[in-house]
């Protein structure tokens, strides 16, 4: 017979179950997933608390990654800086400098900033606010968790 006594367990044991459900659904995991990195992105990068990325922003970001200080950033440098937290995002570290490298010349320096600043600023304000930044990261970081999580394209080799 069912008792009340029991309700508490049965309560308990239906909402961790359907706890569980939800967090085993692997697009809510991937969604969650994306949110997390592309909030962390925006608290790491907009980091004077002013709700505005600026081009000034996105310099010192990529003057972090440079770490001869020689005004470039190479794919080594690149790959050496993103994948020292974790070294299994290979291939998203591969698409990201494929992406911030924006003329192509296998480094990533001053001149390719313009072309990434009015990427990421949407509304061509000459500013980006964070919905536009998340906007951004968030559709570039599908793309390139997806392709991750299909396992190609493998890093090609460091020069
Ligand atoms: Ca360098
Ligand atoms: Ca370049
Ligand atoms: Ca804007």
Redesign the pocket.
Known sequence: MFSVRYLPIFVLFVYGYRLSQASDDPVQIFLSHIDNATNNLWVQLETDDDHVFLRSDLESFIHSY?????T???RL?FYTHFLKDDPDLGSIAYGLFLEFDSNQDGVIDSKDLDTIYARIDINNDLRVDETEFKQYFKSLLTVLFLIHIQGIPEPGPIV
Request: charged share 35%; aromatic share 0%; net charge negative.
């Open positions: 440079d770490t001869d200080n020689n470039h950033v190479t440098e």
